[in-house]
């Protein structure tokens, strides 16, 4: 069995699998019941301002006979009393002393008012604070959560605050709904962020009724943006993360938030610069218990690859993650389709002839029975055929030697634009 | 028509230039495609420009170029 442990940014945790800050980590009875169900650690539900929640206040996205594809809500932050938090909280890290205990803050942008904050949770031992600067919905309009996530300065500036008190490890927690995530995170590195955190959730709208015509949710027949997550956004946290594990001015450790609900999900976001990760989405899906199938899963497939420890999955894809203008445009793969799995069904034709390049043919073979062939040469190699292929191994794509050496887009725009300045200086010489 | 047949064309008309002695001396690219401009010095020809419309055939042409470079660059070094 390999070695699950992790060090992230000084704070040591049994394994990686922390519970997001979010209506899993509410209480304590929650966490400690999390805790002997395999959790290596908890960010607790965001403490501040007392706030009043609605009713109701969450949605899903059902996608093709799929349910909980994605999870929308509009919530807020804790809204049980902080002395109440801070003796459950206490009382937590007295019964699970090795488990890991983030207490997750938002307060207003105000030095005093995170100094208070600061100071008390600290004085009841938790193990790091994570600063929310991402709830996107309700405590923005206050000017917290994702109205300061927003603004690079803000985050700089409460960062710093925060340090100025802090004794245990900070993290700060990002929002995605902003244009470059790598401005804010560099922006939290220079308040003196210890790690990151990402993603929070993303401006959304679950749905429209059709037929009572309200918003879904609806509070008394009115709806607000809410905060979209679970599965469907995991692409775009994944990305994300990847921005910031290759940005060298950010070089904090990274806690990967996003649609993560199986053990490949975590090996994906730890190969992507992770050195952590959270859920939330899969566990108010299918309860803490999931934890134990992603345990399993992670330590096999450890075991496979003949790895000791899971840090050395840390990062390893991110020198893969790159600039489309570094990507070798000679590089060329073709579809090939394999008759003996193919069932005939014309998916693949109806895609390339209505949306591709138009180069799977209909033939007929020897023995009188239609099939379908790829025209090598006119093949762009889009996957598009063998994304929408309900057979096994029907298509296959194979990487072809067409004896080009390697050319990215930056590379021949160099190399065009030095040819065209000769030529100018040859013409006016 | 087959897109390969285009290319194969295009491909040609470069290939033969580059065969008769013509080097690439500049690229336009506009919305219709990528302007070549050949010449060559001995014996003196051109200038003489294609206009390709073919993504591969511009890959083609730059790649030719490519290889230019990295075999000056190779010489230079020797
Ligand atoms: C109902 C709900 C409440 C949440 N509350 C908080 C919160 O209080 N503080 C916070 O930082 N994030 C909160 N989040 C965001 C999650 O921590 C997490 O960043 C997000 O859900 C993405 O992870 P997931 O796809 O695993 O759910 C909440 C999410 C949900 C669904
Ligand atoms: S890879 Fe794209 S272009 Fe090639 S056959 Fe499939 S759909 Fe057509
Ligand atoms: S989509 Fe797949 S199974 Fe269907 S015809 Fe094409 S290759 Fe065969």
Redesign the pocket.
Known sequence: MADLSIDFAGIKSPNPFWL????PTNTGYQVQRAFEAGWGGAVW??LGEPVINTSAR?AAVHFGGQRVAG?N?I?L?TDRPLEVNLKEIYETKRRFPHHTIIA?LMVEPKREKWHEIVKRVEAIGVDGLEL?F??PHGMAERGMGAASGQQPDLVQAQTAWVKEVATTPVIV?LTPNITDITVVARHAVKGGADAISL???INSLAGVDIHSWNTIPNVGGQGAHG?Y??PA?KPIALSMVAECARDREVGVPISG????STWQDVVEFMLMGSTGI?????V?HHGFRIVEEMIDGLNHYLDEKGLASVTELIGKSVPKYSNWGDLDLNYQVVARINEENCINCNKCHIACEDASHQCIDMLTNAEGKAILQVREEDCVGCNLCSIVCPADRAIDMIALDNGAAPMSWNQRSRIISGVNGAYSEAEAG | MSAFAEFDRERQEIDNLIGLGYTIAGIYEDLDGARVTFIRSEPAGGPVELLLLTADARKHVTTLLVGRTRQTAAEIHR
Do not use: H, L, R
Request: charged residues 10%.
């Open positions: 997001a800050s979010a209506p539900k965001t969450f999870f809500n919530e932050i997750s929310n991402g709830c927690k993603i929070n959730t905060g997550c679970g956004v938030i996003g649609g993560i959270q859920v939330c989405t899969a108010m």
